[in-house]
Nanobody, 123 residues
Framework: QVQLAESGGGVVQPGGSLKLFCVVSGGTFSGHGMGWFRQAPGKDREFVARMRWNTGSTYYADSVKGRFTISRDSAKNTVYLQMNSLLPEDTAVYYC????????????????WGQGTQVTVSS
């Protein structure tokens, strides 16, 4: 069974940076891509970024474009989310999610989800 484990969350001041990690373990996940989502208190979960393995293409929500960067280290089975110039509205629980196949990618769906890591941006 494929498992995803996020880490790297914490408390940071506005304008600061954090780097989130998502380690993929278990099963035989070859994968088509991975993504990051977030959910703030009282709000729906929203898309943040995703990356397609075979092309290296990346996609971002408008709200984080130019500030956040998704990347991967395939040797470490790890996906990263580098977050710069953080704003109070970036406060949320951040989740990583994995995509098994092209078919799932094209639907905009995800096969596996992590448990989340809290990011709080506050002075």
């Amino acid at each position: 069974q494929v498992q995803l484990a996020e880490s790297g969350g914490g408390v940071v001041q506005p304008g600061g940076s954090l780097k989130l990690f998502c380690v993929v373990s278990g099963g035989t996940f070859s994968g088509h891509g991975m993504g990051w989502f977030r959910q703030a208190p009282g709000k729906d979960r929203e898309f943040v970024a995703r990356m397609r393995w075979n092309t290296g293409s990346t996609y971002y929500a408008d709200s984080v474009k130019g500030r956040f960067t998704i990347s991967r280290d395939s040797a470490k089975n790890t996906v990263y989310l580098q977050m710069n110039s953080l704003l109070p509205e970036d406060t949320a629980v951040y989740y990583c999610a994995a995509i098994e196949t092209l078919a799932v990618w094209l639907k905009g769906e995800y096969n596996y989800w992590g448990q989340g890591t809290q990011v709080t941006v506050s002075s």
